[in-house]
């Protein structure tokens, strides 16, 4: 909350491209077309639900979870998705699902702005901690571990988390506020880290149709920039502070390069989503099966999930199980984490936003 | 001249949490207008406490930082180029804090 309130001077310079009426307040990355606040907000609206018409992401009477850390992404998503539900009559019964990672000085505020957008946009909210799901909170899991690894523990946590608040809220569907800038930025990661399964999957609009619960992702051909120009024209209640516990270098180069490339060539961040959608992976590629944790029963490549082998970990006081080339207690459970490494590049994404 | 300068999206935390700053810059000796370009590194001189490359790279912002002047998109002004007067306000947005 502001407690200064700045108010711009009048607008100068040209005309908005599609009115001719108002004078452009921006310029679109994805067209460069120089547009002004009431085209801006009218076309970036229209274009989300386009997209939501022509990929059949929602049916009516289902129940939808939007996937809120309290950031820009999931606060625009929740504000634009309740308005489009009303305009455009989906029939939607939309709830706000939060994440309470147990980060003293980052989680605990950025769940006061979830807990005002519950007030603000009259959307229910549910929130689901990892101290509840697995007994642990990050600061706990951080004072073991250190500052290494974390991320990953938080990534893989949080996905499940996520799904099994799902599960709690019965909803049909869970949205996420993943941007076309965070897709492209996945699809290069993929390519770099020659994870070839997620390749094909991270540029589908829905995944996980054959789980409980599928997943899409409204945003994935909408601009950071366009997000944040309308969060910040809508003057919208979203937090923005750094996860305290360090940010994922290597996804860190691959943001920091795409977002060099935008500035040459706006249009290069579709393309490489494009390039992405495209790719054909060969039919000899043996693909990770996919089958059911022994453990839990959440789907699992492996005898046992992932988040099962690193909450092992950490109780039996052997936390680099399952992280990386780690070959702690010689046992069944070492050998399984052995054999996950190939596929187990899980990594979140950088600073408290919702994992793919 | 007067000018208002805004951080926000973590931008704030480079400058002791700051996020409105009512600054008076002067043109560099020698010229008549200021112009975003000159007034980066006065910024980054003047009001950034820690991690300057958060902020620049180059003689312009990061990528991945919004910058608006009197709640306009400075892609549309000339960005660096960017002509600013008395009382003008400059707003400083960072995507690079994720969401």
């Not at chain 1, 024209?233 to 979203?238: G, M, P, S, V």
């Not at chain 1, 453990?295 to 046992?304: A, D, L, M, N």
């Not at chain 2, 009197?70 to 000339?78: H, R, T, V």
């Amino acid at each position: 909350m502001e407690a200064e309130e700045v108010v711009a001077k009048p607008p100068k310079g040209r005309f908005c491209t599609i009115c001719n009426q108002r004078r452009a307040a921006l310029k679109r990355p994805k067209t460069l077309e120089q547009i002004c606040r009431e085209c801006f907000y009218a076309v970036f609206e229209e274009e989300i639900h386009g997209v939501i018409v022509d990929n059949q992401l929602f049916k009516p009477g289902e129940r939808v979870a939007i996937g809120a850390s309290g950031g820009k992404d999931s606060t625009v998503l929740a504000y634009v998705l309740s308005e489009l539900n009303r305009r455009h009559n989906y029939g939607l019964d939309l709830f706000l699902l939060s994440v309470d990672e147990g980060i003293t000085g980052y989680r605990d505020d950025s769940l006061e702005t979830v807990k005002r957008n519950e007030i603000q946009y009259g959307l229910p909210l549910k929130v689901v901690s990892y101290k509840d799901l697995y007994g642990w909170t990050m600061d706990e899991i951080v004072k073991l571990i250190g500052l290494k690894n974390n991320c990953t523990f938080c990534g893989v946590f949080r996905r499940q988390a996520l799904d099994r608040g799902a599960t709690l809220l019965k909803v049909d569907k869970l949205v996420t506020g993943h941007n076309a800038d965070d897709i492209a930025e996945t699809v290069l990661l993929n390519i770099l880290r020659g994870d070839i399964a997620r390749l094909s999957r991270c540029t589908s609009i829905t995944t996980g149709e054959d789980g409980p619960i599928p997943r899409c992702k409204p945003f994935k051909y909408t601009y950071e920039k366009e997000i944040l120009t309308y969060a910040y024209f809508k003057r919208l209640d979203y937090f923005s502070t750094e996860c305290i516990y360090s940010p994922n270098a290597y996804r860190g180069f691959a943001r920091e390069f795409i977002k060099d490339l935008e500035r040459i060539r706006p249009r290069a961040i579709l393309d490489i989503i494009k390039s992405g959608e495209d790719f054909r992976i060969s039919t000899s590629t043996k693909m990770p099966e996919q089958g059911n944790c022994e453990r839990c029963g959440y789907i699992s490549s492996q005898k046992w999930c992932k988040a099962c082998v690193l909450l092992e970990g950490l109780n039996r006081g052997l936390p680099k199980l399952g992280i990386g080339r780690s070959r702690g207690a010689n046992n069944e459970l070492s050998k399984n984490a052995k054999e996950a490494k190939g596929i187990d590049s899980i990594q979140s994404k950088q600073c408290g936003t919702l994992d793919f | 001249m007067k000018l208002t300068l805004e951080f926000g999206g973590g931008l704030e935390l480079l400058c002791d949490s700051v996020k409105i700053h009512h600054v008076n810059v002067e043109p560099q000796a020698g010229e008549s207008k200021l112009t975003m370009k000159h007034l980066l590194p006065w910024v980054r001189t003047n009001l950034i406490k820690e991690r300057p490359e958060m902020f620049m790279k180059g003689d312009s912002v990061r990528p991945g930082v919004l910058v608006l002047v009197n709640d306009c998109d400075w892609e549309l002004s000339g960005q660096l180029d960017t002509n600013l007067e008395d009382k003008d306000i400059v707003v400083f947005i960072s995507t690079l804090h994720g969401g």
